[in-house]
């Protein structure tokens, strides 16, 4: 199960941090996304990220955004600075047998966080 919390509503050039917990003793995780959804939008990736400490970003957020995670906690954060108001949307959390090459091909995880709306007014 994923748990994704720290959505909220900001003014344009906030930031934010977004945290997403993973639970459950079988839960074996490697690489963790974040993908979000704006309205009448496809979903899209945001970053990923290894347990080893690779990342990989969407252009749109490079140099904005930074992703983290914690492995003792099987816990991933995005904390997101400079937002814009194109970064409204739902962030989601995404695991569960996914690898960087296969997020690189448009994969996803087996498992979703519930999402959490992430608002930027100007």
């Known amino acids: 199960q994923l748990q994704a919390s720290g959505g909220g509503l900001v003014q344009a050039g906030g930031s934010l941090r977004l945290s997403c917990a993973a639970s459950g003793s079988r839960f074996s995780i490697n690489v963790i996304a974040w993908y979000r959804q704006a309205p009448g939008k496809q979903r899209e990736l945001v970053a990923a990220i290894h347990s080893g400490g690779s990342t990989t970003y969407a252009d749109s957020v490079k140099g904005r955004f930074t992703i983290s995670r914690d492995n003792a906690k099987n816990a991933v954060y995005l904390q997101m600075n400079s937002l814009k108001l194109e970064d409204t949307g739902v962030y989601y959390c995404?695991?569960?047998?996914?690898?960087?090459?296969?997020?690189?091909?448009?994969?996803?995880?087996?498992?979703w966080g519930q999402g959490t709306q992430v608002t930027v007014s100007s």
């Open positions: 995404n695991a569960g047998g996914l690898t960087m090459y296969g997020i690189s091909n448009g994969y996803t995880g087996d498992y």
